[in-house]
């Protein structure tokens, strides 16, 4: 089973925009939703964009999502310390199996 | 509320077996397909099973093909994870998640607090 890449840091002081991809293939993001989740320290990962581009209740408009081909990212505009968490993209594959991202931490400088 | 509560996991040998459970409450349960997620220690997240919201279909990583068997019971609310021949590599934390689906979508909403496997000698 493929897996789908990001890069496995990123970092940006208070404010800042910081965006992180997530490269898959024609079977997974290419034709399927991309879904983003946020893990803080030691907690279970939480629902951060649905479908694509969606966002949960209470999740602030400071994190968005796009996708475009077989890659999909996320934004997080207006850094703040407690966006500091591991990211993970996922999407299903059309050979009926769920990929995860690789993940990516974010740090505030 | 909807609540999620894993059980089951524990420390078993190379070779051993294990059930972990998934008690869901605060939720129509068979109306959502559900999902079993791991995490290996300092790893990222890793896909393992899916089941629909009747349970009729079932999905697997090839990783765990032929191994594990996920399965369900609708008039407990609870969800399972047969786990057979396990191996070194198999030493996560389980966590069980709600999809947002009667079909299997990957739209996890919520995840569980997982439980601690460690399969080890």
């Known amino acids: 089973q493929s897996v789908l890449t990001q890069p496995p840091s990123a970092s940006g002081t208070p404010g800042q925009r910081v965006t992180i991809s997530c490269s898959g293939s024609?079977?997974?993001?290419?034709?399927?939703?991309v879904y983003w989740y946020q893990q803080l320290p030691g907690t279970a990962p939480k629902l951060l964009i649905y479908r694509n581009n969606q966002r949960p209740s209470g999740v602030p408009d400071r994190f968005s999502g796009s996708k475009s081909g077989t890659s999909a990212s996320l934004a997080i505009s207006g850094l703040r310390s407690e966006d500091e968490a591991d990211y993970h993209c996922?999407?299903?594959?059309?050979?009926?199996?769920?990929?995860f991202g690789t993940g990516t931490k974010v740090t505030v400088l | 509320e909807v609540q999620l509560v894993e059980s089951g996991g524990g420390l078993v040998q190379p070779g051993g077996s294990l059930r972990l459970s998934c008690a869901a409450s605060?939720?129509?349960?068979?109306?959502?397909?559900m999902s079993w997620v791991r995490q290996a220690p300092g790893k990222g997240l890793e896909w393992v099973s899916a089941?629909?919201?009747?349970?009729?279909?079932?999905y697997y990583a090839d990783s765990v093909k032929g191994r594990f068997t996920i399965s369900r019971d609708n008039s407990k609310n609870t969800l399972y994870l047969q786990m057979n021949s396990l191996r070194a590599d198999d030493t996560a934390v389980y966590h069980c998640?709600?999809?947002?689906?009667?079909?299997?979508?990957?739209?996890?909403?919520?995840w569980g607090q997982g439980t601690l496997v460690t399969v080890s000698s």
């Open positions: 089941i629909s919201g009747s349970g009729d279909s079932t």
């Open positions: 605060g939720f129509t349960f068979s109306n959502f397909a």
């Open positions: 998640a709600k999809d947002m689906a009667l079909g299997v979508e990957f739209w996890f909403d919520p």
């Open positions: 024609s079977s997974n993001i290419g034709s399927n939703y």
């Open positions: 996922a999407a299903w594959d059309d050979s009926l199996s769920g990929l």
